[in-house]
């Protein structure tokens, strides 16, 4: 018997399509809470150190996040399916949560970085950004399901953004043995936003009316919250931001080809070709800077056993930021596959280039496994064998 909904405005097209989606969502959600076991282990072996309250208080952002996934999810399936919601619409909804949170980022980073910050007032504005990230994306998701227009500016600068990114990781990995890592954070992230915010306000400008646009100001801020907090963990996580700039590329592309298959296979096209053309000019120099990647590992945990040894400790912060590499890189992969396995229940067998698309993604699988691989290497080169152990169990439901 079916389970179409008896709606004049559905097709089995369209709820076919909600369903997929449905999948999506949950797959995502799944994959977040299968996060929590390594990010615990992390947070419990930090102790009371900054970092491991850092930790903790990003979890409760996505804690927060998860819950507002799990309430969103069966509302916009119901919705699309009766044909409230335009397929197009969420499409675009998802790319534009991508846009407008690079000036969040840099006002939240420093505070949270700041030594003459208490650990204590850390977690408070951790906390305090972890509200505002729950409530500001769900009123934001549904304000743009419901009203204005989507624009192809905002699908191409998150693209450009995640390009300049690449190539300011590039830069700051030469120079990481003169730079603090975290500085070379901060300056990959104001490049990036430079190339978001512009592409951002210009496209909404050349779509929205007038009237619209001090509303669109008051929204912008407060956009992709979500995201940046997910950038931020995975700077926290594995002491190796080349790794956050490699994910973010395939995890929009991703989203792109998202968008492409819910439009239809000319839109594909349109995308397919345009993506391949800038992600293409991007993987050369991709893949040479992974060689680079343990050095700025080396760099960040260098950098934590010298201020332990200055405090007194015996430079137990360097084995953590370790440790969160041997994690990260298992999750890295997980989500990778998770990615490869929503694109099909997303794509559907009545998707021929879907297949395509994940053939021509094998390399970027390659290049993100070697990242891997050193990581795990120079992980394994100073870490106690329990922790090593310890860490792969965390990590292994994930990759399963």
């Given at each position: 018997?079916?389970?179409?909904?008896?709606?004049?405005?559905?097709?089995?097209?369209?709820?076919?399509?909600?369903?997929?989606?449905?999948?999506?969502?949950?797959?995502?959600?799944?994959?977040?809470?299968?996060?929590?076991?390594?990010?615990?282990?992390?947070?419990?072996?930090?102790?009371p150190?900054?970092?491991?309250?850092?930790?903790?208080?990003?979890?409760?952002?996505?804690?927060?996040?998860?819950?507002?996934?799990?309430?969103?999810?069966?509302?916009?399936?119901?919705?699309?399916?009766?044909?409230?919601?335009?397929?197009?619409?969420?499409?675009?909804?998802?790319?534009?949560?991508?846009?407008?949170?690079?000036?969040?980022?840099?006002?939240?980073?420093?505070?949270?970085?700041?030594?003459?910050?208490?650990?204590?007032?850390?977690v408070?504005v951790a906390?305090?950004?972890?509200?505002?990230?729950?409530?500001s994306?769900?009123?934001?998701?549904?304000?743009?399901?419901?009203?204005?227009?989507?624009?192809?500016?905002?699908?191409?600068?998150?693209?450009?953004?995640?390009?300049?990114?690449?190539?300011?990781?590039?830069?700051?990995?030469?120079?990481?043995?003169?730079i603090?890592?975290?500085?070379?954070?901060?300056?990959?992230?104001?490049?990036?936003?430079?190339a978001?915010?512009?592409?951002?306000?210009?496209?909404?400008?050349?779509?929205?009316?007038?009237?619209?646009?001090?509303?669109g100001?008051?929204?912008?801020?407060?956009?992709?919250?979500?995201?940046?907090?997910?950038?931020?963990?995975?700077?926290?996580?594995?002491?190796?931001?080349l790794?956050?700039?490699?994910?973010?590329?395939?995890?929009?592309?991703?989203?792109?080809?998202?968008?492409a298959?819910?439009?239809?296979?000319?839109?594909?096209?349109?995308?397919?070709?345009?993506?391949?053309?800038?992600?293409?000019?991007?993987?050369?120099?991709?893949?040479?800077?992974?060689?680079?990647?343990?050095?700025?590992?080396?760099a960040?945990?260098?950098?934590?056993?010298?201020?332990?040894?200055?405090?007194?400790?015996?430079?137990?912060?360097?084995?953590?930021?370790?440790?969160?590499?041997?994690?990260?890189?298992?999750?890295?992969?997980?989500?990778?596959?998770?990615?490869?396995?929503?694109?099909n229940?997303?794509?559907?067998?009545?998707?021929?280039?879907?297949?395509?698309?994940?053939?021509?993604?094998?390399?970027?699988?390659?290049?993100?496994?070697?990242?891997?691989?050193?990581?795990?290497?120079?992980t394994?080169?100073?870490l106690?064998?329990?922790?090593?152990?310890?860490?792969?169990?965390?990590?292994?439901?994930?990759?399963?």
């Amino acid at each position: 018997m079916s389970t179409q909904p008896e709606t004049g405005s559905s097709s089995p097209h369209v709820y076919r399509t909600a369903r997929r989606l449905s999948a999506y969502f949950t797959g995502q959600i799944v994959v977040k809470l299968l996060y929590f076991p390594g990010i615990v282990l992390a947070t419990r072996a930090a102790g009371p150190s900054g970092w491991g309250l850092i930790t903790a208080a990003i979890s409760v952002a996505f804690i927060l996040s998860t819950a507002i996934n799990l309430g969103l999810n069966p509302f916009v399936t119901r919705e699309v399916a009766a044909g409230k919601i335009p397929i197009e619409r969420l499409a675009a909804a998802t790319t534009r949560l991508r846009l407008g949170s690079s000036l969040i980022f840099l006002i939240i980073l420093p505070l949270v970085l700041t030594p003459t910050i208490s650990g204590i007032s850390r977690v408070v504005v951790a906390g305090v950004a972890a509200y505002v990230l729950a409530d500001s994306w769900a009123k934001y998701y549904f304000a743009f399901l419901r009203g204005a227009e989507e624009t192809r500016f905002e699908i191409l600068g998150g693209n450009v953004e995640k390009g300049v990114f690449v190539l300011a990781s590039g830069l700051a990995l030469i120079l990481a043995s003169r730079i603090d890592p975290v500085s070379v954070v901060a300056v990959g992230f104001a490049m990036a936003a430079m190339a978001k915010l512009g592409i951002a306000v210009y496209g909404a400008s050349r779509v929205l009316p007038p009237e619209a646009m001090p509303v669109g100001r008051v929204l912008a801020p407060a956009r992709v919250l979500k995201q940046w907090f997910r950038d931020l963990r995975y700077v926290r996580e594995s002491a190796d931001f080349l790794f956050m700039a490699m994910f973010t590329i395939i995890y929009f592309r991703a989203d792109a080809y998202m968008v492409a298959a819910l439009r239809g296979t000319e839109e594909a096209g349109y995308y397919g070709a345009a993506y391949r053309l800038i992600e293409g000019l991007l993987f050369a120099p991709e893949s040479v800077l992974v060689v680079f990647s343990p050095l700025l590992v080396k760099a960040f945990n260098s950098r934590f056993d010298a201020d332990a040894s200055s405090a007194g400790g015996s430079g137990v912060v360097g084995k953590v930021a370790g440790l969160q590499v041997a994690i990260a890189g298992p999750l890295g992969l997980g989500l990778v596959l998770e990615h490869e396995w929503i694109t099909n229940v997303l794509y559907g067998a009545e998707f021929d280039p879907a297949a395509r698309v994940l053939l021509w993604l094998a390399p970027a699988y390659v290049i993100m496994s070697l990242n891997f691989l050193a990581g795990a290497l120079l992980t394994a080169a100073y870490l106690p064998r329990e922790i090593l152990i310890i860490s792969g169990v965390a990590a292994a439901p994930n990759v399963l």
